[in-house]
């Protein structure tokens, strides 16, 4: 494993030092005077960095977005938040690295979750809805794709593997929460659950850093996962038309609200169950995520996080905060000593 890692440089605070990381995103931007310099966000597998390259002129040779790259800078912090100052910069030569270095991957065992996603399906009692989703995972490009996709480009369950760990965990919810209602139709809403995202595989392209295809930036997964169904359909040739709607509606409508990409709003019991669920997985996921960051950047984790943007709040760690409130405090030690 190279050093630093990410994760690791809250420790080489105020310290100089030389690494290897992905240049995830990279832009050039221009100071007050006018001058260019380098904005980066650096990742590796524990997560990512924001670093700024003052002067464009120790900026060695060319590097795109992407690149695995060597760099030099001092480690501090800004408004918070862990930054590093670059002094130097260059492309890495291949020989330099080792891609499992750069490339998070899901902590979960790949081929359980893929065994854990196929006993659902065998579970199905209704017999189109098995037939339509095993059409996807036994189609050799879906199901190699699926084992590997990321979730998303930088939000929840935003790595290797991500797809498919969000799936199986949706699916579990959504068939938990399902048994406490009568009358939703459970193979349904398992089938939105395992599909909801399915374009996700042509929106995304991944590897060494993540980022949008260009039809997934004209077209958006939603609209490419009803496509990807309809064509799966005519393969199929004799699915039923009203079960062909219900399923293309559970896609459409899973982000549940116009303003956040869903051209349809939940219409049915199940797609509003999804809807629920869904934005409850990559919340709690956000969480997760959030808590491992802070811990990352030497935040104490008894404290609120930074601002989460996309929650639009920071956030407590309720067990870290419950054990710091539970350790005696010195006066107390002394008091408890008299």
């Known amino acids: 494993m190279k050093e630093p890692m990410i994760a690791d440089l809250a420790r080489y605070e105020n310290q100089s030092i030389t690494g290897f990381f992905c240049a995830s995103q990279k832009s050039v931007r221009n100071k007050k005077d006018g001058a260019p310099y380098l904005a980066l966000v650096l990742a590796d597998s524990t997560g990512q960095v924001e670093a700024l390259l003052w002067d464009m002129t120790d900026c060695r040779g060319e590097f795109s977005q992407g690149d695995v790259v060597k760099v030099r800078g001092q480690v501090g912090r800004y408004r918070d938040k862990l930054q590093l100052t670059l002094s130097q910069i260059r492309k890495a030569e291949p020989n330099e690295f080792t891609l499992a270095d750069f490339v998070r991957a899901t902590e979960r065992d790949v081929n359980e979750l893929w065994q854990e996603l196929e006993s659902w399906v065998a579970s199905f009692t209704d017999a189109d809805l098995q037939r339509l989703v095993r059409a996807f995972l036994n189609d050799a490009e879906i199901g190699g794709a699926l084992r590997e996709a990321p979730a998303a480009k930088s939000m929840h369950h935003a790595w290797i593997g991500g797809l498919l760990e969000h799936i199986v965990s949706l699916v579990g919810l959504c068939d938990r929460v399902a048994s406490y209602y009568p009358g939703i139709h459970r193979d349904l809403v398992l089938t939105g659950a395992m599909l909801h995202d399915i374009g996700k595989l042509a929106e995304l392209r991944w590897g060494m850093s993540f980022d949008y295809t260009l039809p997934g930036q004209l077209l958006g997964h939603i609209t490419m996962g009803v496509n990807m169904v309809e064509r799966k359909i005519a393969e199929l040739g004799d699915f ?99």
């Open 240 to 338: 039923p038309a009203e079960k062909r709607v219900l399923v293309e509606h559970m896609i459409l409508s899973h982000h549940g609200r116009y303003e956040y990409g869903s051209p349809k709003l939940p219409m049915i019991p199940e797609a509003i169950l999804l809807h629920y669920l869904d934005d409850l997985d990559a919340k709690m996921q956000t969480v997760t995520n959030e808590f491992a960051r802070a811990a990352a950047s030497g935040r104490d984790a008894a404290e609120m996080t930074e601002w989460v943007r996309s929650m639009e709040r920071p956030l407590l760690n309720t067990r870290a905060y419950l054990a710091t409130a539970e350790k005696p405090t010195a006066s107390e030690d002394t008091d408890a000593g008299t």
